[in-house]
């Protein structure tokens, strides 16, 4: 069965920290991988990572995957409250199923 | 501006009452997911649609909940009858998945109360 695991569940840290979060995953044909924010409402969408060491970049934000090691990190630099959120990771694993399968999620609070 | 659209947001029922969400899914997006969302559990996929055709239900307990596509602009999810064990939040998503996969798009999500 595929499977999603996020590190840490939660984590606080102080406004201006990096934060490194953590996905690794257990699939049999892998497609692609996404990373979402999730505050209050619902999930919105930051990266959609498919090909092996190549880095998305958005802002204080960026992401990489490793298809050779399963897994995913999604860095946030010079943090900020507003980083405040749950971040989510899942992918479409199943070539031809995408079936988008979400790990728990990391708890991350900014305290200023 | 594009977007997936549950109704209703918030919903407190009653034990063993009958729940019906609605969903409309972004345009031209052929595939549709239903969430649930609780603290202890995370989003967990209850079912999911591709053409309208059911792809996957197997997150879903099936003696009281189905999910159906009756057409392209509507995904509707019914509880019969609800348990407080349903309270969550239940996300409808949609992509278009196939040569060219987009991500999945949320709706607000229905807050749902079972006392």
């Known amino acids: 069965e595929d499977k999603v695991v996020q590190s840490p569940l939660s984590l606080v840290v102080h406004e201006g920290d990096t934060v490194t979060l953590n996905c690794s995953y257990e699939?049999?044909?892998?497609?692609?991988l996404l990373w979402y924010k999730q505050e209050k409402k619902a999930p919105t969408f930051l990266f959609m990572l498919t090909s092996s060491g190549i880095e998305k970049k958005s802002g204080r934000l960026s992401s990489i995957l490793d298809k050779k090691e399963l897994f995913s990190i999604l860095n946030i630099t010079a943090t900020q409250t507003g980083d405040s959120a749950i971040y989510l990771c899942a992918g479409p694993f199943l070539s031809g199923t995408y079936k988008y399968i979400f790990g728990t999620g990391t708890r991350l609070k900014v305290l200023a | 501006d594009a977007r997936v659209t549950q109704t209703p947001r918030h919903k407190v029922t009653e034990m063993g009452q009958e729940v019906t969400m609605r969903c409309q899914p972004i345009l031209g997006h052929n595939t549709v997911f239903w969430y649930r969302q609780t603290m202890m559990q995370g989003l967990e996929l209850l079912a999911y649609f591709r053409n309208r055709a059911p792809l996957d239900d197997s997150g879903m307990p099936k003696d009281r909940f189905s999910a159906e596509m009756p057409d392209a602009t509507l995904a509707t999810l019914k509880i019969q009858p609800s348990e407080p064990r349903d309270s969550a939040v239940y996300f409808c998503a949609s992509g278009l998945v196939g040569q060219v996969n987009t991500e999945a798009f949320f709706g607000q999500g229905t807050r749902l109360t079972v006392v």
């Open positions: 699939v049999t044909n892998f497609r692609s």
